[in-house]
């Protein structure tokens, strides 16, 4: 059973960058595309950033376009999302998922970590 986990998160001031991790591990990986979400407190759930497995095209949210990138490592089924310029508003459970069929479906999440940006 193939399982997400992320990591990178913590706390940070207003300008400082983060780098969030997730791994793909327990089974043989293959997706269509991956993707970070995000949820701040009494939030709905919403996109960041896509990536496509097999080209490396990206898709991004205008809330971070610019200041975010996501990245893959195929090797590793590793997917990163580099975020510069943190804003306080970035504060939020940051959760990457698997699309494995390319529906726009994902329907393999990770557990989520947690970013909290100060003043």
């Known amino acids: 059973q193939v399982q997400l986990v992320e990591s990178g998160g913590g706390l940070v001031q207003a300008g400082d960058s983060l780098r969030l991790s997730c791994a793909a591990s327990?089974?043989?990986?293959?997706?269509?595309?991956m993707g970070w979400f995000r949820q701040a407190p009494g939030k709905a759930r919403e996109f960041v950033a896509d990536?496509?497995?097999?080209?490396?095209?990206?898709n991004y949210a205008n809330s971070v376009k610019g200041r975010f990138t996501i990245s893959r490592d195929n090797a590793k089924n590793t997917v990163y999302l580099q975020m510069n310029s943190l804003k306080p508003e970035d504060t939020a459970v940051y959760y990457c998922?698997?699309?494995?069929?390319?529906?726009?479906?994902?329907?393999?999440w990770g557990q989520g970590t947690q970013v909290a940006v100060s003043e």
């Open positions: 998922a698997a699309d494995p069929d390319g529906n726009s479906l994902y329907d393999l």
């Open positions: 327990g089974g043989t990986f293959s997706t269509y595309s």
């Open positions: 990536i496509r497995w097999s080209t490396g095209w990206t």
